[in-house]
Each structure stands twice: as structure tokens, then as C-alpha cells.
């Protein structure tokens, strides 16, 4: 209840007092821009998330898939219907929900901090609207999470996210490097864009890729 609130609190600090379902709503219509929505919602087909290319099923098929922070599970089912169940996906989510009841291949209770993964398990991991996301997460907890998932990621394999403040999650990375991290930004966006002045507006709208280093050893090394 009180991360619900905490929730509600966010939206309502960016986008006005409503509820945080109908601001998150009239967010996506407000912002999306032609020819795709901008952010997910609950009902939107998983392709709505992230650019065309990082959802492509045919560079998925085979690969082993994290979703972190899957609430009701819809990017996960969509992503197995749109590959015809090539992946190895599962979604993960700290709150308890029914697809973790009843479908406990592709969906598992556990803290983004703690995932009980084996090291270098995934090929690709999805971070939407998640800890990333939200200002009220402290950066001791952004960055837990981060060194987890690069822990079960595999060398050259990518973190992809939305939306989120990049200049943040930026800083993040360069804080961790004293702790040995070979995370690195290798892809950056944004949907939402000012129409006069090209600029981004906040980070509603943003997506961000990040790559583990292929050869698992300190990044400087491949400088050499």
C-alpha cells in the first residue's frame, strides 16, 4: 500500500492531481507522437514499449529474456505470443499477482535486488516502469539493482529501459565503475520530443540500452 502511494504521490507531482491509472493514460495520449503510443500501458501490445528493433522476434528467438518489475504480466505474455514461445522469458515483480500463482515458469516473486539468477543468465533484460522510473527510489537502490542485473547478465548482453532519467542512470554507471561494473550506454532515445525545439521534454518518453562488456573484464582493458 505504501509503494502504491508513493506511486500515486509521483505522478501526481508530474503530471497534476488525478489518479495514477488515469494520469498514466492521458500521459501516453498526450505525449505519443503519430505513428506509436509513447508509453506502455496495461492493455498495450509489448512493441509499444521500447523501438521497433529491440522488440524484433526474430533477433529474440532463442534468447533468454528478463523482465523486471512485470506487474500484471502483460509484456511478457505479449512478447511470447509475438515470438510463438521461442524465448526463455520470465518476468519478475516483488508484489505478488496471479501469473505468479499460476504460471511460475514465466513469472517469479523476488526483489530486483535479489533475483536468485545464476551468473551471466540473460541474454537481454527489460526494465519498464520500474525502479528507474520513479524519483522517490533512492540512488543506494538504483544502484543495487543495477549491479544485480549486470551480475545475471551475459557478457555483450543489453539492459534496456523505460522511461528514465538518462543523465541519472548515466551518473549511476560512473559512480559503480570504482566497483568493478562494465555496464556502459550503447543505445539512447527518447519519443517524446518538443516539436519547435527538438529538445526532449523531461524524461517521460526516454529509453536507454545498456551493454555488458562481451569479454567480462574491466572495459579499459580492451583500450590497450
Known amino acids: 500500500m505504501q509503494r502504491q502511494q508513493e506511486k500515486r504521490d509521483y505522478f501526481e507531482r508530474r ?3 488525478r489518479t495514477a491509472e488515469g494520469l498514466y493514460e492521458t500521459t501516453v495520449m498526450q ?3 503519430g505513428e506509436r503510443g509513447l508509453l506502455w ?3 498495450a501490445p509489448a512493441h509499444e514499449s521500447y523501438p521497433a528493433d529491440w522488440l524484433d522476434p526474430d533477433k529474440l528467438v532463442g534468447k533468454s529474456v528478463l523482465d523486471v518489475g512485470t506487474g500484471d504480466g502483460v509484456f511478457v505474455t505479449d512478447l511470447l505470443k509475438e515470438t510463438h ?3 526463455d522469458i520470465v518476468g519478475i515483480d516483488r508484489e505478488q499477482n496471479k501469473h505468479i500463482q499460476r504460471d511460475p515458469i514465466h513469472f517469479k516473486l523476488c526483489d530486483a535486488q535479489k533475483t ?3 551468473d551471466n543468465t540473460f541474454d537481454t533484460i527489460y526494465v519498464t516502469w520500474s525502479v ?3 524519483d522517490f527510489e ?3 537502490l538504483k544502484k543495487a539493482v543495477l549491479l544485480e542485473l549486470e551480475r545475471v547478465l551475459k557478457p555483450g548482453g543489453t539492459i534496456r529501459m523505460t522511461p528514465v532519467n538518462k543523465a541519472e542512470i548515466k551518473q549511476l554507471l560512473n559512480d559503480l565503475k570504482t566497483e568493478g561494473s562494465q555496464l556502459a550506454v550503447s543505445q539512447e532515445g527518447a519519443y517524446a520530443v518538443d516539436p519547435q525545439t527538438g529538445a526532449e521534454k ?4 526516454t529509453y536507454l540500452e545498456l551493454k555488458k562488456n562481451p569479454f567480462n573484464r574491466p572495459s579499459w582493458l580492451e583500450r590497450t
Not at 523531461?202 to 518518453?205: I, L, R, S
Open 15 to 17: 503530471y497534476g492531481t
Open 31 to 33: 505525449w505519443a507522437g
Open 41 to 43: 500501458l496495461r492493455q
Open 85 to 87: 514461445g521461442t524465448i
Open 116 to 118: 536468485g539468477f545464476k
Open 132 to 134: 528507474f522510473t520513479y
Open 138 to 140: 533512492s540512488d543506494l
Open 202 to 205: 523531461e524524461y517521460a518518453g
